[in-house]
């Protein structure tokens, strides 16, 4: 059999449901910002952390993690270790540097069962790549444009 990157027959179907799954992701993500205090803590704290970034850095950074990732954890360690252990190995490599970003790590724990079947089901990477990218790529975006408007707004004036 090829190897997971060369299987292009269930390609389309693969393809589209990474591009469905990341919009829920996406907009699941928005919604705990939304009407969660963990999710506006996350949210913030990485915000703060990131700051404000070029939409070419963005760029690199949503291809760049989701090649690499994808390449070394549903491309190397999936097909020898299974889905949940390569899932929790994908969480511990996204262990918080913050308390407050430890919800971060579940989700990465659940979007590695995520790419993990999407890279069964397709027999494929390109998918898991696809959804990895957009997930980063729009969420970076927010994450930057919410730390551009931090530097944006007017600091109160401290008194003598």
């Not at 393809?15 to 913030?44: C, F, P």
């Not at 549903?74 to 889905?83: D, E, I």
């Not at 540097?97 to 027999?123: N, Q």
């Amino acid at each position: 059999a090829p190897p997971p990157w060369c299987a292009w027959e269930p390609l389309a179907v693969g393809l589209g449901a990474a591009g469905g799954m990341g919009l829920l992701v996406v907009l699941g993500g928005r919604l705990a910002v939304r009407r969660t205090a963990w999710g506006r803590a996350l949210h913030d704290t990485m915000s703060e952390a990131l700051g404000p970034l070029r939409p070419r850095t963005i760029l690199r950074g949503a291809l760049l993690s989701a090649f690499g990732e994808e390449l070394l954890f549903r491309g190397v360690l999936h097909p020898r270790m299974g889905l949940w252990l390569g899932a929790a190995l994908f969480a511990a490599f996204h262990f918080p540097f913050r308390r407050v970003l430890l919800p971060w790590t579940g989700f990465a724990f659940c979007m590695g069962l995520v790419l993990g079947l999407l890279t069964d089901l397709s027999g494929s990477l390109w998918p898991a790549i696809l959804l990895h990218f957009m997930v980063n790529h729009i969420n970076l975006h927010d994450l930057a444009q919410a730390a551009a408007a931090l530097d944006a707004a007017p600091r109160g004036e401290t008194e003598l």
